[in-house]
């Protein structure tokens, strides 16, 4: 099992630019999340999914969307990209079940906006 | 939503010592992970522990849900152990008979061990 794959692992984008961070999991898990991590910071939610089709904001969506078509695969994108999204972005993924709930994540990808 | 709080926000260990990091949660949880993340910025898991004692190797981990907390415990530290220390409280939300479950993190303990 590869478990959670991001890709890719460093960007840099200029202001105004879009781009879309890719994420996909090999472990059949019903929920995914996408989180970012500024310096220093703990991690922030930016949007969650509980199963292919579904998806709801986290605490930060603003600047960013998501789709769920698989249950593998939950791409994040940036449109019109701004400084303030300078940050190292986590994907996760868990099972739905109440008895096993362990959220596993990427990698990270750093993200530098200029 | 739920508040995780996390204390001390830094340590600084000679190697060898023993350690406590806490992690207190605002409401009930069904879940509680902790993290540790490396220098390289990968987090890994160390515990799921929605309830009671766990131990791996020089590391253990006891959660009380009741009282809405949890430890981690790492002894004879080695500068290997430095880095961030992450807990997170997953609490289900019931919306409409389909329940969520979001992860919230606390900001973190830095732990910095030296030889």
């Known amino acids: 099992n590869a478990g959670v794959t991001q890709t890719p692992k460093f960007r840099i984008l200029k202001i105004g630019q879009s781009m879309t961070l890719q994420c996909t999991q090999d472990m059949n898990h019903n929920y995914m999340y996408w989180y970012r991590q500024d310096p220093g910071m703990g991690l922030k939610l930016i949007y969650y999914s509980v199963g292919a089709g579904i998806t709801d904001k986290g605490e930060v969506p603003n600047g960013y969307n998501v789709s769920r078509s698989t249950t593998e695969d939950f791409p994040l994108r940036l449109e019109l990209a701004a400084p303030s999204q300078t940050s190292v972005y986590f994907c996760a993924s868990s099972f739905k079940d109440r008895m096993n709930t362990e959220a596993f994540f990427g990698q990270g990808t750093r993200l530098t906006v200029v | 939503g739920i508040q995780v709080e996390q204390s001390p926000p830094d340590l600084i260990l000679q190697e060898g010592a023993n350690s406590t990091l806490r992690c207190n949660f605002s409401?009930?949880?069904?879940?509680l992970q902790w993290f540790h993340q490396n220098p390289w910025g990968q987090l890994i898991n160390l515990f799921y522990i929605p309830s009671g004692t766990k131990q791996n190797g020089r590391l253990s981990a006891t959660t009380v849900a009741t009282e809405r907390y949890s430890l981690l415990y790492i002894s004879s530290s080695q500068t290997t152990d430095s880095g961030v220390y992450f807990c997170a409280a997953r609490l289900y939300v019931n919306a409409g008979g389909t329940s969520y479950g979001k992860l919230t993190f606390g900001q973190g303990t830095i732990l910095t061990v030296h030889p």
């Open positions: 409401d009930s949880v069904n879940n």
